[in-house]
C-alpha cells in the first residue's frame, strides 16, 4: 500500500471509531487537557501499530486493546487517581437536579466503587456496560472467555462488598 493510501485508511479508521478512544480517554483520565494528551498518545500508539494489523480480529477490537494498554500503562506512569469528589462531580454533571435522588445516589457509590477498582477490572466493567460480547471483552483485554467469566463474576462481588459493606456482616 502506497504511504498516501496508508495514510488515509488510518485516517479514515480514527474518524469513523474515535469514540473508542474517547471513552477510553474519559475513563482513566478527569481534567479536559488529561483526557486530550491521553487521546493524541492513543492515536500515536495506534498509528505506530495499524502496519501490523493482521484483520485477525475487528478492527474496534484491535484499537480497544491499543486504547487501553495505552491508558492502563500512562495512568501507572502518572499514578493519578481522582479523588472521590471528584468523581461525585463528574457524575453530578450528568445527572438533572430534578432526578430522582435515590438513583442519582446510587450512581455515585457505584462510580465511586469502579474507581476503586483495578486498570484491568475498570476495562472490564466499560467493555461490559458498552454491551459488548463475552468473546469480543476477552479479545480485548487478552485473556479467555471462561476466564473473562471468572474475573466478571469476582468483579461484581468486589463491587457489592465495596457499595454494601455493612450486609457482609448481617
Not at 36 to 49: G, P, T
Not at 58 to 75: E, F, G, H, P, V
Not at 150 to 157: C, F, L, Q, S
Request: hydrophobic share 35%; glycine share 2%.
Amino acid at each position: 500500500m502506497k504511504t498516501q493510501d496508508f495514510t488515509q485508511a488510518f485516517l479514515q479508521v480514527i474518524d469513523k471509531e474515535q469514540g473508542i478512544i474517547h471513552k477510553v480517554c474519559n475513563m482513566y483520565r478527569r481534567e479536559v487537557d488529561d483526557r486530550k494528551d491521553l487521546f493524541q498518545e492513543i492515536v500515536i500508539q495506534l498509528w505506530k501499530a495499524f502496519p501490523n494489523f493482521r484483520h485477525e480480529a475487528k478492527i474496534t477490537t484491535w484499537m480497544y486493546r491499543i486504547a487501553l494498554n495505552t491508558a492502563i500503562s500512562d495512568y501507572r506512569k502518572q499514578k493519578k487517581r481522582p479523588e472521590t469528589s471528584e468523581i461525585s462531580d463528574r457524575i453530578s454533571e450528568t445527572f438533572k437536579p430534578e432526578e430522582d435522588t435515590v438513583k442519582e445516589e446510587n450512581m455515585q457509590l457505584l462510580y465511586a466503587a469502579i474507581e476503586k477498582l483495578t486498570d484491568v477490572e475498570k476495562a472490564v466493567v466499560m467493555l461490559y456496560l458498552e454491551e459488548h460480547s463475552y468473546e469480543e471483552m476477552a479479545d480485548i483485554v487478552g485473556i479467555t472467555q471462561n476466564n473473562l467469566r471468572v474475573k466478571m463474576n469476582r468483579i461484581r462481588e468486589k463491587l457489592r462488598k465495596i457499595m454494601n459493606p455493612e450486609k457482609l456482616w448481617n
